[in-house]
């Protein structure tokens, strides 16, 4: 079962100085971390504020060609977490025909976001993320992160924002 989930926040892991995309379960207050390159997180934030780019950036582009080829972008699936590495699927119905393609997580978001498409985690994805937080940095225990990251609030988002 997929477990549907909201953009909780866009924010530089303290440790790492990576990018975190912070996803918050919308049934629960369970929260997973998923940490990306600072160039999807770029495109990612681009579209959390409705900033504009002179020219189409790769997302707004596969958005269009998703529209321009009688598609919809129907939901995005972060579906597993491999050797500390996480896979999505963008769900796309063409027609009457329902597609699965291979992205990455940060893809998928950045799509998901303008599409306006839901985003789910699938179930054992979540449990596993949300047992195993530590994410690529050293020294914080996964608990001590994982509270870190469920007692965040808007002013700690603003204070580590991107």
């Known amino acids: 079962m997929d477990i549907e989930v909201k953009i909780r926040g866009l924010m530089m892991d303290p440790a790492t100085n990576m990018p975190i995309v912070v996803l918050k379960d919308v049934a629960s207050d369970a929260v997973m971390p998923i940490w990306v390159g600072i160039f999807e997180a770029n495109a990612i934030a681009i579209e959390i504020e409705k900033a504009s780019a002179a020219r189409p950036m790769t997302h707004d582009l596969a958005r269009n060609l998703i529209r321009y080829l009688n598609a919809e972008l129907q939901r995005v699936v972060i579906t597993e977490l491999k050797d500390d590495t996480f896979y999505a699927s963008l769900w796309l119905k063409q027609e009457e025909e329902e597609i699965a393609i291979d992205a990455r997580p940060s893809d998928a978001i950045a799509l998901a976001l303008r599409a306006d498409c839901p985003i789910f985690v699938s179930e054992q994805v979540m ?36």
């Open 127 to 162: 449990q596993s993320a949300k047992l195993n937080t530590s994410g690529p940095g050293e020294g914080a225990s996964a608990e001590q992160l994982r509270g870190w990251l469920e007692g965040l609030n808007d002013e700690d988002l603003g204070r580590y924002k991107m």
